[in-house]
């Protein structure tokens, strides 16, 4: 079976740049030749082909500052080069390699030689070109299929928040809106966006513990029993239980199981302090505190948004994370952040 493949050929004696052509085409190659390394350059960057057969010894640019552009343009620097020398020195063959030459034939060449050096560097570039293909191409099969992960996982997580809001008709639409909030918060801050996605998803299951909590207890219209609350108080660490087994690309059982944890150590389950919590869990904590103090609760009328943001204000650093804070009253003053309907 005959070759095929797009070669330049590059050699200032005329005789040895006619014989390397005829061998070439006799093989069934597209030759394009040039005498010059100037002429070589030219023909390369217009039309790249895939292998470059390069003689060292030439007036005006020699071989290896030939290679060393090559390399340097874009459009070639993935262009196999071989040099075919009558240069043999070790010194000559080692600055080839280093400029990026892929093989080394010495004049004068077996016919067979060279062929079998040609044929298999076009194989090997051929191959690691298709390979490289392969990855692009799984890579946007595997984005897809993360896309359509992502949104499945979206979708159950939406289902479980909306399981949990059915016993709690008073809080129907908390958890949603909690995790608007901690969005724009968490977007004010500069975070990445995959960290966004993680607090977003934390946020709507952020009370998804509250499932093991009796109905009657969660819209109990009067003051709750230090009995009641104590098994309030439970729903971050049984929201921990139910999400850790499931494996997120976050870590969304913690952020729960820490969303009510205070700056200074005073909140539940485990009162952490500081930097020992989460950084979205701060941020859900802040969007909790005030989506609730605005919101009806069976207990009591919304507060309102002065009072909530008075709220998390007057405990910047104490209960609430400072910089956190910061960013919330920033959403809400300079951007004019508004719950969606």
């Given at each position: 079976m ?5 070669i ?40 790249p ?29 993935d ?87 059915m ?16 969005v ?9 966006d995959?960290m ?29 029993t230090?009995?009641?609350f ?10 921990f ?68 943001l ?32």
């Amino acid at each position: 079976m005959r070759n095929t493949g797009k070669i330049l050929a590059v050699d200032d004696t005329p005789a040895s740049l006619r014989l390397l052509t005829d061998i070439l085409k006799d093989e069934g190659y597209e030759v394009r030749a040039a005498i010059s390394g100037e002429l070589a350059l030219r023909a390369a960057i217009l039309n790249p082909p895939e292998l470059v057969l390069l003689d060292i010894r030439m007036p005006e640019m020699d071989g290896f500052e030939v290679c060393r552009r090559l390399k340097a343009s874009q459009a070639t620097q993935d262009v196999p080069v071989i040099f075919v020398s009558a240069a043999s020195e070790t010194e000559e063959k080692v600055r080839g390699f280093e400029l990026g030459a892929v093989d080394f034939v010495t004049k004068p060449y077996q016919r067979d030689e060279l062929l079998a050096r040609v044929r298999t560097h076009l194989e090997l570039n051929r191959l690691r070109h298709h390979l490289e293909d392969l990855v692009d191409e799984r890579t946007v099969e595997l984005r897809e299929s993360e896309r359509k992960l992502r949104a499945s996982l979206l979708e159950s997580i939406t289902a479980l928040a909306a399981i949990v809001e059915m016993r709690d008709p008073y809080t129907a639409g908390h958890q949603r809106r909690v995790a608007e909030l901690a969005v724009a918060i968490a977007r004010e801050m500069k975070l990445s966006d995959e960290m966004i996605e993680g607090i977003h998803l934390a946020s709507v299951v952020h009370d998804v513990g509250k499932i093991r909590v009796p109905a009657e207890i969660l819209s109990k219209p009067g003051k709750l029993t230090e009995l009641e609350f104590g098994l309030i108080k439970e729903h971050a660490q049984n929201g921990f239980e139910i999400l850790k087994t499931i494996e997120f690309p976050w870590s969304i059982a913690q952020i729960v199981l820490q969303h009510h944890e205070r700056m200074n150590g005073s909140g539940y389950p485990r009162g952490l302090s500081g930097e020992h919590i989460l950084l979205e869990s701060r941020i859900v904590t802040v969007a909790d505190v005030v989506e609730s103090m605005i919101s009806h609760r069976p207990y009591r009328a919304g507060l309102g948004l002065e009072a909530a943001l008075a709220e998390i204000e007057n405990n910047k650093g104490s209960l609430f994370d400072a910089a956190v804070v910061e960013a919330c009253v920033r959403v809400f003053r300079e951007q004019d952040f508004h719950f969606k309907a």
